[in-house]
């Protein structure tokens, strides 16, 4: 697993404040907005709790985490990859693996999306921020 504190901490960020600045993000049924999100690791279930600006509750998703193990497992090596690269590859070396990892981060975005289909409309870019949320509550479990 991803182990740097200070990336992962400037990742969690970016996602929370792009989130903040631009989403879609619509529950199915006769929910209106605004929400705020929490995200939670519940029993090995990754819950989507949607609440009220007030911080009433509203509606609880939950996902299981097992369809993801792969993936985000996939997505830590290719940035461990990145991480070391940058020290000691070349820029065409950083860029190729920068791809990968982007593709990867990607995957991970159109199967959370896919996973949420039916519970939770999200557009791509509302999916790529969450799926790096996900990643996080990984990796501080």
Known sequence: MVRRAAEVEHERNIAIYDLLEENYF???????????LHLRLDDNRLVFDVRTPANDPLLEVGLSLKPFQSIVKDYFMICESYFSAIKKSTPSQIEAIDMGRRGLHNEGSEFLKERLAGKVDVDFDTARR????????????
């Open 26 to 36: 619509a529950p199915h049924g006769e929910y209106v907005g605004p929400y705020h």
């Open 130 to 141: 969450l799926f790096t949320l996900v990643c996080v509550l990984h990796i501080r479990g």
